[in-house]
């Protein structure tokens, strides 16, 4: 008892003087380990402690150095915005990483290559270029098919017109109305032959060399779409579906140290408030975008939508959980208000005021945290000797009974089962806040018991996106 309340006052400081009107008793805690009595009850063996004087937790110590940290709030939160995407696990920062090898390797591959209209091979390149390789193969495909459909039907064009400048004229506003309203009511390669219908008859206009221009531009789009291709196979084939399913294993990681970290806060096991709500909040702002990514993307989906759902819903889950848990102690206290501790002996108490529920909360809370850290492990980038195997179940974790002290309501109580086929049995009702050792106890409880409820519907839906991460992404 000394060296914890040596730590208290380490971190919290000596209380302040209160005036004597706001001098009043803070708490009464009673608890019966020997007899089983319920708080607030009487009965022998009942060890008593009151606490007559205010305590700050922030009085004079450490912590009233946190109330200059809104000076640095705005710089915090601009450095957040940065880099919470500056990572491989952002779908953004890999698609912009990906569209600037793309056009750095087209421009390359026009330098050294020589070809007449260099820019013709970067906008193929950025026309086909999607976020996985299959995408970029199928576009690919209807770029030239459209673009020799294009040259077909403009060499047919300009032998039949020639290349005099009236009838060019004539026909190059009906190419440039076909070229802009094809590309959004008509196929992919229906809009490439218009738009090259358009360039032979633009590109006549103004140097007359019939339709061998055609040749050229459907040589330097061959270009770029092999450039494309290249790109799109090696820098992430799979696309937005890797980075969904590495982005739900970061956001379970975080969330289960948060969570941990959220029940040692609220049960004052933690003398500050939980660093990981920062990194949660940056991993469920990846997910989302990755998820919207996901399924704007071109072609089938080989992850399950409904395992997708379970699974991003459950992470949501477990931050929100930890959220609400954090929240249930304030950083700073007002004076006069109650501390809030809840495991930590109260001054002047020789007893653990939170034991045993405090122990077992918290080993629910890490048996929690363990499980969907399992679950990252096996959502996340299979490692190379386990990519041959079969993905094992993750054992989903036993529903959290209560914990919390628990009381007896009599028959003529109104509680269910009076005088009735239970034959005056009383019901079990969880005790009044009031009269718990402390009311976090009962909340903590409640949010890991409903917690462990919905983590049991997370084992299939993880082991059917572990099996797609196996397979090898051409499958």
């Given at each position: 008892?000394e ?59 450490r ?29 953004w ?127 330097d ?41 959220a ?15 920062a990194?949660t ?24 939508k409904?395992?997708?759902?379970t ?21 700073e ?11 930590l ?116 839906p ?14």
């Open positions: 008892p060296t914890v309340s040596a730590v208290r006052r380490e971190w919290y400081g000596q209380p302040p003087a209160a005036p004597p009107a706001a001098v009043a008793p803070r708490a009464a805690v009673t608890g019966s380990a020997a007899t089983g009595t319920a708080p607030g009850a009487p009965g022998p063996g009942r060890a008593t402690v009151t606490a007559t004087a205010p305590v700050s937790p922030n009085g004079g110590g912590l009233p150095s946190l109330s200059s940290a809104p000076r640095l709030a705005g710089f915090a939160r601009a450095t957040f915005v940065v880099t919470r995407h500056a990572t491989v696990r952002s779908v920062f890999l698609n912009s990483l990906r569209g600037a090898v793309a056009i750095a390797a087209a421009v390359a591959v026009a330098d050294l290559s020589g070809v007449q209209h260099g820019f013709w091979v970067v906008l193929g390149t950025l026309s086909v270029l999607r976020t996985n390789a299959a995408g970029t193969g199928a576009t690919a495909w209807r770029a030239l098919a459209g673009t020799v459909l294009g040259f077909a039907v403009g060499a047919a064009l300009l032998l039949g017109i020639g290349t005099a400048h009236t009838s060019l004229w004539v026909a190059l506003p009906v190419a440039v109305a076909v070229a802009a309203y094809a590309p959004g009511t008509t196929p992919f390669a229906v809009g490439q032959a218009a738009f090259t219908v358009t360039i032979l008859v633009l590109f006549n206009l103004l140097v007359p060399v019939g339709w061998k221009v055609g040749l050229l531009r459907l040589e789009v061959a270009i770029g779409c092999g450039v494309s291709l290249v790109v799109g196979v090696l820098f992430w084939p799979r696309g937005a579906s890797s980075v969904v399913a590495d982005d739900l294993a970061d956001a379970f990681r975080r969330g289960a140290d948060y969570l941990t970290q029940v040692d806060w609220a049960l004052s096991e933690l003398m500050v408030p939980p660093a990981a709500a990194a909040v940056g991993a469920s702002i990846r997910l989302d975008d990755a998820v919207r990514g996901f399924l704007a993307e071109q072609g089938s989906k080989r992850i399950s409904d395992d997708l759902w699974l991003v819903n459950a992470s949501s889950r477990l931050r929100l959980t930890a959220n609400t848990l954090a929240a249930l102690r304030q950083a206290t007002a004076h006069g208000a109650p501390v809030g501790a809840a495991c002996p109260l001054d002047g108490s020789e007893e653990y005021a939170g034991a045993p529920a405090c122990a077992t909360l918290r080993s629910a809370a890490a048996g929690l945290a363990g499980f969907y850290g399992q679950v990252a492990d096996e959502v996340g980038r299979p490692a190379r000797s386990a990519r041959a195997s079969e993905p094992e179940l993750v054992r989903p974790p036993a529903i959290i009974a209560p914990v919390v002290p628990r009381q007896r309501a009599a028959a003529g109580d109104g509680a269910a089962g009076t005088d009735g086929a239970d034959g005056g049995a009383a019901a079990d009702v969880v005790a009044a806040v009031d009269q718990l050792q402390h009311p976090h106890l009962f909340w903590v409880q409640e949010h890991l018991r409903h917690l462990s409820q919905s983590a049991r519907s997370v084992s299939e993880a082991r059917r996106v572990a099996e797609v991460r196996r397979r090898p992404w051409w499958r």
